[in-house]
Structure formats: C-alpha cells, structure tokens
C-alpha cells in the first residue's frame, strides 16, 4: 500500500524557515517523481516543486524559486522541502505526491497535508 506522511508544518514569522518531510512507503521510490503542492483557502492548488528520486532533476514555480530548495533521501524514503524567506503569501496546507510519469504529469497518490501559516 503506498502511503505518503507530511509533515513539519507549523506558525513561523515573515522571514522565517521551515522545513517540511515526505515520508514515502509501498513503492519503489527510486522510480518516482515527488512534487509538493499547495492550496491556500479561496484559491486553486499550485504545483510548488518536484524532484526526480532517480536523477535529482527539480523543478520550481517561480514564486518559490530561490527561496525554498527540494532535496531526495533515497535511503529514508524521504523527500524534504526547505522553505526559507517566507512570506504570508505562502500560507496554505502543503501536501505531497508521487508520479511514476514525470513532474509535469499525473500524480497518482497523494499525502495528507501539513499546515503552514506564516505571519506578517
């Protein structure tokens, strides 16, 4: 069964860090793609980055490029999304996900999310 665990979320201040984890279990995780994802109240979810667990290719949207870095801990299983220089604007519940296809494609399964709040 394929299971993904978010989590790391919480409240930080405008300018702060944090730092957020992917736990993957019930596939092959070399073979994936994992993207983070956002969705803030009102608004449409947004693909936020994605990393190759293969070749540690990433992909950023271009609000966060710069500022928050995607890295892959094959031997954990484990896919971290280091947001630095926050902003409110980047206040929503971030989830995780996996594609067997390619970052700009389908994801098939996907983790409960964690909760960011950043405060002006």
């Known amino acids: 069964e394929v299971q993904l665990q978010a989590s790391g979320g919480g409240l930080v201040q405008a300018g702060g860090s944090l730092r957020l984890s992917c736990a993957a279990s019930?596939?092959?995780?070399?073979?994936?793609?994992i993207g983070w994802f956002r969705q803030a109240p009102g608004k449409e979810r947004e693909g936020v980055s994605c990393i190759s667990s293969s070749d540690d290719s990433t992909y950023y949207a271009h609000s966060v490029e710069g500022r928050f870095i995607i890295l892959s801990d094959n031997a954990k299983n484990t896919v971290y999304l280091q947001m630095n220089s926050l902003r409110p604007e980047d206040t929503a519940v971030y989830h995780c996900a996996t594609s067997p296809w390619g970052c700009g494609n389908e994801y098939d399964y996907w983790g409960l999310g964690t909760q960011v709040t950043v405060s002006s």
């Open positions: 019930g596939f092959t995780f070399d073979d994936y793609y």
